[in-house]
């Protein structure tokens, strides 16, 4: 059965935490990885600061090939990362053990990781590797993801619950009923990571129902 692992680690254990030296304020938000020949290339959202030049409010961290910027929203900014897979660290962690990143934010506190594997052997993999390369991290939940009324498609736990929340308590309703901040609060979670959980979970339900492959 599916497994998923949510961990945290210090802001600098990851790469991209190096924009938090310049940006304190800023949440970086890993979007999607894409294995590329010879490297790892993520894209990633940056929120929270006003920035002329975002591209430079990122220093030189070993491995590193390349960080530029995409396209920008507003105060959002869509950015990819280019490193060599021979760089020892969480990613080369999670390629190796060959799990999914289902959601990573990173802010100057540190980095919230929700991955998926296939089974326990998987997770196993994941933090024999961590331990053998001095990777911090900290394990603070491993669970199962539960289908959805039988269908093929899986939230998980904290998706589900978010959905949920947002839904009972009117913020789908038009006009809404309650504002994220609210239901945020209610969880006890940022709005940021509520609203990172409630993209992810409708990006799942509608890839489950309206998108044909």
Same mark, same amino acid.
């Given at each position: 059965?599916?497994?998923?692992?949510?961990?945290?680690?210090?802001?600098?254990?990851?790469?991209?935490?190096?924009?938090?030296?310049?940006?304190?304020?800023?949440?970086?938000?890993?979007?999607?990885?894409?294995?590329?020949?010879?490297?790892?290339?993520?894209?990633?959202?940056?929120?929270?600061?006003?920035?002329?030049?975002?591209?430079?409010?990122? &220093?030189?961290?070993?491995?590193?090939? !390349?960080? @530029?910027?995409? /396209? =920008?929203?507003?105060?959002?900014? #869509?950015?990819?990362? +280019?490193?060599?897979?021979?760089?020892?660290?969480?990613?080369?962690?999670?390629?190796?053990?060959?799990?999914?990143?289902?959601?990573?934010?990173?802010?100057?506190?540190?980095?919230?990781?929700?991955?998926?594997?296939?089974?326990?052997?998987?997770?196993?993999?994941?933090?024999?590797?961590?331990?053998?390369?001095?990777?911090?991290?900290?394990?603070?939940?491993?669970?199962?993801?539960?289908?959805?009324?039988?269908?093929?498609?899986?939230?998980?736990?904290?998706?589900? &619950?978010?959905?949920?929340?947002?839904? !009972?308590? @009117?913020?789908? /309703? =038009?006009?809404?009923?309650?504002? #994220?901040?609210?239901? +945020?609060?209610?969880?006890?979670?940022?709005?940021?990571?509520?609203?990172?959980?409630?993209?992810?979970?409708?990006?799942?339900?509608?890839?489950?129902?309206?998108?044909?492959?």
């Amino acid at each position: 059965m599916a497994t998923v692992l949510e961990f945290t680690s210090p802001a600098e254990a990851f790469p991209l935490g190096t924009i938090f030296e310049n940006l304190p304020g800023a949440t970086v938000e890993l979007e999607r990885l894409v294995p590329h020949d010879a490297l790892i290339v993520p894209y990633f959202w940056v929120r929270g600061e006003e920035m002329t030049d975002i591209e430079a409010a990122f &220093e030189s961290h070993a491995g590193v090939r !390349e960080v @530029g910027l995409v /396209d =920008s929203l507003e105060d959002e900014y #869509l950015m990819r990362a +280019a490193w060599d897979r021979e760089y020892v660290g969480i990613l080369s962690a999670l390629s190796e053990a060959r799990l999914v990143v289902l959601s990573a934010t990173g802010t100057s506190e540190g980095w919230t990781f929700e991955v998926r594997g296939e089974g326990h052997e998987e997770i196993g993999e994941f933090r024999s590797y961590c331990q053998e390369h001095d990777i911090p991290i900290h394990i603070t939940a491993v669970h199962a993801l539960l289908p959805i009324q039988g269908e093929g498609y899986e939230l998980t736990d904290k998706q589900r &619950e978010a959905l949920v929340a947002a839904y !009972e308590r @009117g913020y789908f /309703d =038009s006009p809404r009923a309650t504002s #994220l901040e609210a239901v +945020a609060d209610a969880l006890g979670i940022t709005q940021q990571s509520l609203s990172s959980r409630l993209r992810r979970g409708h990006r799942r339900l509608i890839a489950a129902t309206l998108v044909q492959e």
